[in-house]
């Protein structure tokens, strides 16, 4: 493939897939292929994810793609601090090249001394910013020749003729790719699918069978009272923790944090099977964050720390299941009065004693044992409530 060729379909591939390992494996197929002596390429970019800071895509000659990434933390942001990355952005410079067998006192980098010590001779890298507005600012590219003799100026050239048409190929999958991470992280993956469909019509939604769970924190108000704040963002982050994994791992969705709590939906796809295996796994997730929020407080007891016990509440129900909101601010939630019957439901669960209800319509589909707590009078509902809970 020649480079006219290579040019063409960079931009063919960017356009129809995401696919980015297929895109960078074959540029650098194709740069060898037309002579050019590679043994290392590697795209490194930010990420705009709330556990990662970066990530790399490396191409090693005869042994195909890897993947990187580097999560938030102490040791990662040392690694950058000492990377030639950022010797090249903080100087302003958009290109470097070392020779990697150069004196050891020469080589102020990691990563450069690793790669020469796997035998690499030469290395080119290029800084290519972004459009300004978000957290990925651009990427870095490196190229790395095992060749005795390094890469010739013609050699840097024939990348660098080809290299824009790379890098806006990957500024499009990569921009795609954090679009859909980051609806996925405010608005949960199944409702971010939904609204990258184009479902983004205020007042648009549809009728959805769905198991409900809520959930609440004891206490929470009167410790934040006295606490520090921040202490009180982190003891919050990981009650969530405990409480939200179980959902996300029996197939449910956490819709909204609502200040101490969150509400959550399963959807049941066929509303007519019992017992219903959906309610079931609802009834799975909350049994389960009920326990990880009880062993987490035994962790925090022991430290010397404030315990919040939790409550739960499961619930069936049709809701409308769409956006609802101003004209240009939407939240992409679900409506109704199964909601409302939840949240009514969840405010007795203190003075009945019980850290988890179950509702007469979810009780009615599940096939697990239950235990009748008794009936209660719901504000605004016309007829009283029977709810259950697990035996002890």
Request: glycine share 10%; hydrophobic share 45%; aromatic share 6%.
């Amino acid at each position: 493939m020649d480079m006219t060729d290579l040019r063409r379909w960079l931009a063919e591939h960017a356009t129809a897939t995401d696919d980015h390992d297929g895109l960078l494996v074959r540029f650098c197929e194709a740069l060898a292929g037309a002579g050019i002596p590679l043994w290392r390429v590697s795209v490194m970019a930010p990420a705009l994810d709330p556990t990662l800071r970066g990530v790399s895509l490396n191409w090693h000659a005869g042994e195909g793609m890897s993947f990187v990434a580097s999560p938030h933390g102490a040791d990662e942001e040392s690694d950058w601090l000492l990377s030639p990355v950022y010797a090249l952005v903080e100087k302003g410079e958009t290109f470097g090249r070392w020779r990697l067998d150069a004196p050891e006192r020469e080589l102020d980098f990691p990563v450069l001394r690793d790669l020469g010590s796997q035998g690499g001779v030469d290395y080119a890298l290029h800084i290519v910013e972004f459009a300004p507005g978000t957290a990925l600012r651009g990427i870095a590219i490196s190229f790395c020749t095992r060749l005795p003799a390094g890469f010739t100026d013609a050699d840097l050239s024939t990348i660098s003729g080809v290299l824009p048409f790379l890098t806006l190929a990957i500024a499009k999958i990569g921009l795609a790719h954090t679009l859909r991470e980051v609806s996925a992280t405010y608005l949960g993956r199944s409702t971010a699918e939904r609204v990258l469909d184009g479902q983004i019509r205020r007042g648009e939604g549809r009728a959805v069978p769905a198991a409900i769970l809520l959930t609440d924190l004891r206490g929470f108000t009167a410790l934040s009272d006295r606490a520090d704040p921040a202490d009180m963002v982190t003891w919050l982050n990981e009650h969530f923790d405990a409480l939200g994994d179980p959902v996300e791992r029996h197939g449910g969705e956490i819709l909204k944090f609502l200040g101490d709590g969150f509400l959550a939906i399963f959807p049941v796809p066929d509303a007519g099977t019992l017992p219903c295996p959906v309610c079931g796994a609802a009834l799975e997730a909350a049994t389960d964050a009920l326990a990880a929020n009880a062993a987490l407080n035994t962790r925090r007891r022991a430290a010397g720390l404030p315990e919040l016990a939790a409550e739960c509440v499961v619930h069936f129900g049709t809701v409308i299941y769409g956006n609802v909101g101003t004209e240009r601010r939407l939240d992409f939630t679900i409506i109704g009065r199964a909601v409302n019957e939840a949240s009514r439901i969840e405010s007795q669960c203190a003075a009945l004693g019980h850290a988890l209800l179950v509702s007469e319509s979810f009780a009615q589909r599940c096939a697990r044992p239950l235990q009748p707590v008794g009936t209660i009078e719901l504000r605004g509902l016309s007829r009283p409530q029977r709810v259950w809970t697990l035996p002890d």
